[in-house]
Structures are given as C-alpha cells and as structure tokens.
C-alpha cells in the first residue's frame, strides 16, 4: 500500500529565511500531490497541489517541487513568517478513487 | 462561505456509550470525507461519499462505526459502543470538481473515558 513518509519530523527557522520541507512517497502509480497546513486546534488547510505531469508549481510565496525519479515531494516557503508555524502534511492520490493517504507531519517554528 | 462545519467540537463520554459527530459540506460540494487524527497514527481516511453515496468505507475501523449521509448537507459518523481508543480528533472534509482539493472542518476532539 501507498505509504508517505517525511524527512523532518521538526524545522525551525528564523523569520525573513526560507523553509524547506520535505516528503517521500512509496507508490509510483501516484499522480496528485497536496500540502496541508494546520494550526494548533484547527483543520488541515489547503496549500498548494500539483499533479504528475509537473515538476513545479508557484503559489503566492510557496513552491511545491515533485520528483518523481525517487519519487520526492518538497514545500518551499519564501520569507518564512511567525503566521507560517504550523505542522506541514504532504498528502498523496491517485489511481480511480480520491482516496488521500497523509504523512506524519513536520512541525515548522518560526523565530522571530 | 462559512465553510466545513462540524459539531460538537467537543465531546466527552465514557466507554460504552454512542457518540454522533455531525458534519455540514461546503454547499456545492458532492464529496465528502471523514478522517481521524491521532498522534500515533496520524491522519487516516475513514470514508469518503460522492453525492450522498458511500463510495470507499476500507478505512473505518470496525463495525462499531458507521456512518451516514441522508442528504447533500448533512453527515453523521455514529460510533457505538465507544472504546478508549476511539479518543481522537475526527475531521470532516468535503470537495467539489477537484476531488483531491479537500477543504476541512474545525474538527471534533472526542475524549473517551
């Protein structure tokens, strides 16, 4: 079965640096890739996806980079601010349901 | 729009007893998802709906969950009895033409003593 994993289960960073995080997947077969941010005591928010026949995809401040040779996930994030703390989820589908199969999570403290 | 809604957000009660959670979709939206957050765990996928119909159940734990969803702006995840290990976080999420974009509630914290 599909298995997520991340590199870093913590990041911290110092306010005005950018953020990496970081996520592997195990299943080849999929083809849409998400990050969630949550905050304490909230659900998971959308981010940013992006799909298999890409390699990279801009948001406002963020960038979600997709290796799929060793099967790699990355969120970067710009100008890193004390709103950015939060645990980042990776999330990965595919296949002919819409099933998301999440990772652990990595917890990103920002410092100002 | 107000969004996911879930309720209670809180829940208390001791083992043996039923617990509903109930959930409000995004009005629109014809996908709609119960997962379950621990720390061990982390966050796992119960079952998903596509317009009112149960679609992929492979994920709920045991026959003492169940869940239901009698029309498009209302689900209930019943769990009956409750065990120790039901304590959790339970989300509700629910997406529209991109299935995969799944917007979440606030979440039901259920404590089960």
């Known amino acids: 079965g599909e298995s997520v994993g991340l590199h870093l289960p913590t990041l911290s960073v110092q306010e005005g640096d950018n953020s990496i995080i970081n996520c592997a997947y195990s299943n080849s077969a999929s083809d849409y890739f998400i990050w969630y941010k949550q905050e304490s005591g909230k659900g998971p928010q959308f981010i940013i996806d992006?799909?298999?026949?890409?390699d990279k995809r801009q948001g406002q401040r963020v960038t979600v980079l997709l290796n799929k040779t060793v099967k790699h996930l990355s969120l970067q994030i710009a100008a890193t601010q004390p709103g950015d703390s939060a645990v980042y989820f990776c999330a990965v589908g595919g296949g002919s349901n819409y099933k998301l199969t999440f990772g652990k999570g990595t917890l990103l403290t920002v410092n100002p | 729009d107000a969004g996911v809604i879930q309720s209670p957000r809180h829940e208390v009660t001791e083992m043996g007893q039923e617990v509903t959670l109930r959930c409000k979709p995004i009005?629109?939206?014809?996908?709609l998802f119960w997962y379950r957050q621990t720390m061990m765990r982390g966050l796992e996928l119960l079952i998903y709906?596509?317009?009112?119909?149960?679609?992929?159940d492979s994920g709920m734990p045991e026959d003492r969950f169940s869940a239901k969803m009698p029309n498009a702006s209302f689900s209930t995840l019943k769990i009956q009895p409750s065990e120790p290990r039901d304590s959790a976080v339970y989300f509700c999420a629910s997406s529209g033409t991109e299935p995969y974009e799944q917007y979440f509630g606030p979440g039901t914290r259920l404590t089960v003593t």
């Open positions: 709906f596509n317009n009112n119909v149960p679609i992929d």
């Open positions: 009005s629109g939206h014809d996908y």
């Open positions: 992006i799909r298999s026949n890409m």
